[in-house]
C-alpha cells in the first residue's frame, strides 16, 4: 500500500540573483516498508527534500507541487497540523545531533517528550519508556545516559538518542538525512545496522539520504540519483549498480575507488563543478557536465524514459550513453 507520493515537488530558495531552485519537479512513491535512497553530491537538493517533507523548509522558500502522506497533502497543512504529523507519523534523523537536540534538556527528558506531545503519555511513563527505547537502541546504562545533557554523550550516543527520538511515537516514515556523517566507520556501520533493524521491527519506510554508494547498496531497495535538484536516474539498488544509464550515475560511479585496479590507475572525476542555484539550467541540471551533451539538451527538462522494469533516467541520449559504457 502507498504511503507517500511525491509528485512534482519544486522548492524555490530567495537569492540575491532572485529565486532558484533547489529541488525540481521530484517525484516518486514510497510504500509501507519499502527504503528508499537519495543519493547524490552536496548540494544536489537531497537535504532540501528531506525539510520539505517534514515541513521545515528555511524561512521565505516556496514549496509547491503535492507530498500525499495517506492522501493527506502535507504541503496543504499550517504549522499547527504540521506539528500533529511531526514526531508523529514522519520521524526525522538529523545529520548532526549536536546541533539537532536541544544542550539544555537531558536526553532522557527530550526523547520522552514526543510521547507527551503526541500520544498524551504523564511525565513519568513518558521518562519510563524513554530509558527503554534508549536502551532499544544500544545506549549503554541507558537509565543513567537518560539524565545526561548531549555534550556529556559521544557522537554515536547522541546519534543513538538521535534515533529513539525519532521512533518514540513509532512513525509510519522515517527520514535519515546522512545519519552517519560524523561518525567513525566502526560507528557508522553499528548505526546503519540498527536503523535496517528498527525499520525492519516496526514494519515503517524509510528515506536514507547519504553521498555513499556504498550505504545505499547495503541499506535500501530503490535509488533516485539526484543532480541539480532533479531526480536524474530511479532505480532498484541492484539494478541501478548493474548497469547506470544517466551520465551522471556513470560519472559517480566510475570515480568511486575499486579493488583489483592497477597500482597508479587513475579515477575518473567528472568534470567541471557543480553550478550555483542561480546559474542551474533550466533544462538538463547536467549538461554542463556532460560529455555527450547536444545543442537539444539545452531545449527543455528531459522527461523521464524507461531503461527497464522500474528503472527510468532523465536523459535523452539514454543509447549513447549506453554505448560509452560498454565501450
Not at 526525522?92 to 532522557?108: D, H, K, R, S, V
Not at 545496522?193 to 531497495?221: F, P, S
Request: glycine residues 10%.
Amino acid at each position: 500500500m502507498t504511503l507517500l507520493q511525491v509528485e512534482d515537488l519544486t522548492v524555490a530558495l530567495p537569492t540575491r540573483r532572485g529565486w532558484a531552485r533547489a529541488v525540481r519537479d521530484l517525484s516518486f512513491t514510497l510504500d509501507r516498508g519499502q527504503t528508499l535512497g537519495l543519493v547524490g553530491e552536496s548540494g544536489c537538493g537531497k537535504s532540501m527534500t528531506a525539510l520539505a517533507l517534514m515541513g521545515l523548509l528555511p524561512e521565505g522558500a516556496r514549496a509547491s507541487g503535492r507530498i500525499a502522506l495517506d492522501g493527506e497533502d502535507l504541503l496543504m497543512l499550517d504549522e499547527p497540523e504540521m506539528c500533529r504529523i511531526r514526531g508523529n507519523r514522519v520521524g526525522m534523523i538529523f545529520q548532526e545531533p549536536m546541533t539537532a537536540l536541544n544542550p539544555l534538556q537531558p536526553i532522557g527528558r527530550q526523547v520522552a517528550e514526543p510521547l507527551q506531545l503526541h500520544r498524551g503519555v504523564g511525565r513519568a511513563e513518558a521518562e519510563r519508556e524513554a530509558v527503554r527505547l534508549l536502551d532499544r537502541v544500544g545506549l549503554p546504562n541507558a537509565a543513567q545516559r537518560a539524565h545526561a545533557h548531549p555534550h556529556q554523550l559521544s557522537g554515536g550516543q547522541r546519534q543513538r538518542a538521535m534515533i529513539a527520538m525519532a521512533l518514540a511515537c513509532e512513525p509510519d516514515l522515517l527520514v535519515a538525512d546522512e545519519p552517519t556523517t560524523a561518525l567513525d566507520v566502526t560507528i557508522q556501520g553499528q548505526i546503519l545496522d540498527l536503523v535496517t533493524e528498527l525499520v525492519d521491527e516496526r514494519g515503517m519506510a524509510l528515506i536514507l539520504i547519504t553521498h555513499d554508494l556504498g550505504v545505499i547498496a547495503e541499506t535500501v531497495d530503490r535509488v533516485i540519483v539526484m543532480y541539480g535538484g532533479a531526480g536524474v536516474e530511479e532505480a532498484a539498488t541492484d539494478d541501478l549498480f548493474a548497469y547506470r544509464a544517466h551520465p551522471y550515475s556513470q560519472g559517480l560511479f566510475a570515480a568511486l575507488p575499486q579493488i583489483g585496479l592497477a597500482r597508479g590507475t587513475r579515477l575518473e572525476p567528472i568534470p567541471g563543478t557543480v553550478p550555483e542555484l542561480a546559474d542551474m539550467p533550466d533544462a538538463c541540471t547536467f549538461v554542463d557536465r556532460c560529455p555527450i551533451a547536444v545543442g537539444a539538451c539545452r531545449a527543455t527538462p528531459p522527461p523521464p524514459l524507461a531503461v527497464g522494469p522500474g528503472h527510468r533516467a532523465r536523459c535523452i541520449r539514454l543509447d549513447e550513453a549506453r554505448r560509452r559504457s560498454q565501450g
